[in-house]
């Protein structure tokens, strides 16, 4: 089958092959003559025979393992508890199995690996166990399944996938201590990744829980499975780390969600009906990143206890079935008496989020404020005004003072206690609401919050500062107290990142300061803004890191950022720093962003010898998008995507074929015609009908 089980050639072994499957979004019917879709669960049972050396690992139980004399083993898996169908796996290579601790002492986890790497399983999956006893502790549901394995697979389909008791990862997840703590592909433009390797293994263990137990109906449910692990990651995060890491993933995800919003100008709900293909209700920045701080919001609405207790009770109610929104909300109802009807309205089957313009004033005869709150967002189809509420604290030199507000009108007042003049009014402060807030201060006041508030409204502050304020002395005086003090690293590396929009000697020496920081990712965040100062003040620092600094992240990330402010300079350090030996090639990734970032024809020569296998899948696509900028009309070029969309692993696939639509590669029509009628894949057949359209317009832009 070319859809749903995929062969991909063993990296490291030439003639070996790794063998996985996939299945969601209907794609297990190319291979499993089986009812095609997630509102059926059955017990499973498979049985794979593999060649001499090879390791054949499926869901439930191995029953048994027979070798023949040639060999060739045959493993028997039984899973009886009931899933449904897309959660039915098979992996098959050259794999070493490690085992961690078992959960509870009796929950049997392992991890399988490609031989030579179990060191960094062991590293990768360390917290595991940890993470089985948390989310079992958490909701009261012991974790059900027979056993938990991981199995990490070169060029996997897509990142990880939860298949029941056995999920599979990207084996960008296998790394040792000296690894930047993301996932993968990795990122040189922003400091903290959503998806940090730990996030992963959690979010995708998370399912077991929510979506592998309690599987959505159909896929307009999907938010029920994917906005649940995200916001589980991100408890698990707050287990481990702490309540700033917390604050901090919450504070990524609405900065990304939002992102998509105003360049993409789609509002739409949680759950959704309207959808071409899987991957566009599988939309990352709503149904994932949304969605997880959706819940958190409501979190905070319920407290602690009522939250988790209900979450409880709708994973007891319901084990092992399907589930729709309105199971949650009964459960909830159910479980602690609460009526979210409005609640659900506007987060669930309504879309969009509010828009705050917030101001006060201080009646000190009263001893008051006078908050006003209004809601500017534009009321259009799909987004109203919202019903919720919000925490207010008040700093004076009194002490402080906590009110919670209802808001439900286009524009409020509300007369607050307040025992002095505020030093600060935290407006949600702690980052509990989905929500724009624009609320424009005092230096003074600003400078308050950036040190005192939760790291939220410090972020909110230390923004407003360098965008209103960035000349004043007392902007770097805080900024300064900041980077030199015992702050949460997350809010010194924002500091560092705004440090960009001041650009005063003061600022440059910041930020040079700040390139010897024992913290990689303060270096990190200090290299993605010396661009922001300009050539000359950015040229040698860079170069000294990406010769000098021992963490292959920064070195990374100050490629590209060179190549941003010196090109010509980057172009010359390049061809030294491709095929540099770095976790997951991050260095030699960083390499192909910077060559497509310089977009000069020139470098093809260097760009690309790493379309082609052996190099991973993000080496291979970071190559396609580096030569597509270079040269658009490079009749190669059209040829190398045709190739990668016809045979390459999923994501690149995926990548091609969009790729050749945008180029308007009229030689592409019998491909792309051939997918539309023949691929069992849903995905690539409407990338392949998007992609004809575009090469069918009259006019091109």
Same mark, same amino acid.
Request: hydrophobic share 40%.
């Given at each position: 089958?070319?859809?749903?089980?995929?062969?991909?050639?063993?990296? +490291?072994?030439?003639?070996?092959?790794?063998?996985?499957?996939?299945?969601?979004?209907?794609?297990?019917?190319?291979?499993?003559?089986?009812?095609?879709?997630?509102?059926?669960?059955?017990?499973?049972?498979?049985?794979?025979?593999?060649?001499?050396?090879?390791?054949?690992?499926?869901?439930?139980?191995?029953?048994?393992?027979?070798?023949?004399?040639?060999?060739?083993?045959?493993?028997?898996?039984?899973?009886?508890?009931?899933?449904?169908?897309?959660?039915?796996?098979? #992996?098959?290579?050259?794999?070493?199995?490690?085992?961690?601790?078992?959960?509870?002492?009796?929950?049997?986890?392992?991890?399988?690996?490609?031989?030579?790497?179990?060191?960094?399983?062991?590293?990768?999956?360390?917290?595991?166990?940890?993470?089985?006893?948390?989310?079992?502790?958490?909701?009261? #549901?012991?974790?059900?399944?027979?056993?938990?394995?991981?199995?990490?697979?070169?060029?996997?389909?897509?990142?990880?996938?939860?298949?029941?008791?056995?999920?599979?990862?990207?084996?960008?997840?296998?790394?040792?201590?000296?690894?930047?703590?993301?996932?993968?592909?990795?990122?040189?433009?922003? #400091?903290?990744?959503?998806?940090?390797?730990?996030?992963?293994?959690?979010?995708?263990?998370?399912?077991?829980?929510?979506?592998?137990?309690l599987t959505c109906r159909n896929l307009s449910y999907i938010w029920l499975n994917e906005s649940f692990a995200s916001y589980l990651q991100i408890l698990w995060d707050e287990e481990d780390l702490g309540r700033e890491t917390l604050m901090l993933d919450r504070q990524v995800a609405l900065d990304q969600y939002l992102d998509y919003v105003h360049s993409e100008h789609l509002i739409r709900p949680l759950e959704y009906h309207r959808f071409d293909m899987p991957d566009d209700i599988y939309n990352e920045a709503h149904t994932y990143l949304k969605g997880a701080i959706v819940l958190h919001m409501l979190r905070g609405i319920m407290g602690d206890e009522p939250f988790f207790r209900a979450m409880g009770y709708y994973l007891k109610k319901h084990q092992f079935a399907n589930v729709e929104s309105s199971d949650l909300l009964d459960a909830i109802a159910e479980a602690t008496g609460q009526n979210l009807d409005?609640?659900?309205?506007?987060?669930?089957?309504?879309?969009?989020?509010?828009?705050? +313009?917030?101001?006060?004033?201080?009646?000190?005869?009263?001893?008051?404020?006078?908050?006003?709150?209004?809601?500017?967002?534009?009321?259009?189809?799909?987004?109203?005004?919202?019903?919720?509420?919000?925490?207010?604290?008040?700093?004076?030199?009194?002490?402080?003072?906590?009110?919670?507000?209802?808001?439900?009108?286009?524009?409020?007042?509300?007369?607050?206690?307040?025992?002095?003049?505020?030093?600060?009014?935290?407006?949600?402060?702690?980052?509990?609401?989905?929500? +724009?807030?624009?609320?424009?201060?005092?230096?003074?006041?600003?400078?308050?919050?950036?040190?005192?508030?939760?790291?939220?409204?410090?972020? $909110?502050?230390?923004?407003?500062?360098? +965008? $209103?304020?960035?000349?004043?002395?007392?902007?770097?005086?805080?900024?300064?107290?900041?980077?030199?003090?015992?702050?949460?690293?997350?809010?010194?590396?924002?500091?560092?990142?705004?440090?960009?929009?001041?650009?005063?000697?003061?600022?440059?020496?910041?930020?040079?300061?700040?390139?010897?920081?024992?913290? #990689? $990712?303060?270096?990190?965040a200090a290299v993605m803004t010396l661009p922001a100062l300009g050539t000359e003040a950015a040229l040698k620092p860079l170069s000294d890191i990406i010769g000098k600094d021992p963490h292959a992240d920064v070195v990374a990330t100050a490629i590209v950022a060179l190549a941003q402010c010196a090109p010509e300079k980057a172009a010359g350090i390049i061809p030294r720093q491709l095929g540099r030996k770095a976790w997951y090639d991050e260095i030699t990734i960083a390499c192909l962003v910077a060559l497509g970032d310089i977009g000069d024809a020139k470098n093809l020569p260097q760009i690309k010898p790493y379309v082609e296998a052996p190099h991973n899948q993000d080496v291979r696509q970071a190559a396609l998008v580096a030569w597509k900028k270079c040269a658009p009309e490079d009749p190669e070029l059209h040829r190398a995507l045709q190739a990668c969309a016809e045979a390459s692993p999923y994501r690149v696939r995926q990548f091609a074929i969009a790729a050749l639509g945008e180029l308007y590669v009229e030689g592409a029509r019998p491909l792309l015609e051939a997918l539309l009628q023949e691929s069992g894949d849903t995905n690539l057949q409407v990338l392949a009908e998007r992609a004809l359209e575009q090469i069918t317009r009259v006019e091109k832009p």
């Open positions: 089958p070319r859809d749903g089980m995929y062969f991909q050639p063993d990296p +490291e072994r030439p003639g070996e092959m790794f063998v996985h499957t996939y299945g969601e979004g209907g794609l297990h019917a190319n291979w499993l003559p089986i009812y095609n879709d997630v509102n059926d669960k059955f017990s499973t049972e498979m049985i794979v025979t593999v060649p001499a050396g090879y390791a054949a690992i499926s869901n439930g139980g191995l029953l048994e393992k027979h070798t023949a004399t040639n060999g060739a083993a045959t493993y028997h898996w039984s899973q009886t508890l009931p899933h449904a169908n897309y959660l039915i796996s098979v #992996y098959a290579g050259r794999f070493e199995k490690g085992d961690l601790d078992p959960a509870f002492g009796t929950i049997p986890l392992s991890y399988w690996v490609p031989e030579g790497h179990l060191a960094e399983g062991a590293y990768a999956f360390r917290n595991t166990t940890r993470m089985v006893e948390f989310f079992s502790r958490r909701f009261d #549901y012991e974790y059900p399944w027979d056993k938990y394995d991981q199995v990490a697979v070169p060029d996997y389909a897509i990142g990880a996938m939860e298949h029941t008791g056995v999920t599979g990862h990207r084996w960008s997840v296998l790394r040792d201590a000296a690894a930047p703590e993301n996932f993968g592909p990795p990122l040189f433009r922003q #400091y903290h990744d959503f998806w940090t390797a730990d996030g992963t293994i959690s979010h995708e263990l998370a399912h077991h829980w929510f979506g592998n137990n409005w609640f659900f309205d506007d987060w669930v089957y309504g879309g969009g989020h509010p828009l705050f +313009e917030i101001s006060y004033t201080y009646l000190s005869a009263r001893r008051q404020i006078d908050l006003q709150v209004t809601q500017v967002q534009p009321l259009v189809d799909g987004q109203d005004r919202f019903t919720l509420p919000v925490t207010v604290r008040i700093a004076t030199a009194e002490g402080m003072t906590q009110h919670r507000i209802w808001l439900e009108e286009a524009s409020e007042s509300f007369f607050l206690a307040s025992p002095g003049k505020p030093l600060m009014v935290s407006f949600d402060g702690s980052g509990d609401l989905v929500a +724009e807030i624009n609320f424009e201060k005092s230096l003074d006041e600003l400078a308050y919050q950036a040190l005192q508030d939760s790291l939220p409204g410090q972020i $909110r502050a230390l923004r407003q500062l360098a +965008e $209103r304020f960035p000349v004043e002395a007392k902007t770097m005086e805080i900024f300064n107290k900041i980077l030199n003090g015992t702050y949460f690293w997350g809010l010194q590396a924002e500091a560092l990142v705004q440090l960009g929009n001041i650009r005063t000697p003061a600022a440059a020496q910041a930020l040079t300061r700040a390139l010897k920081s024992g913290d #990689y $990712r303060l270096r990190k």
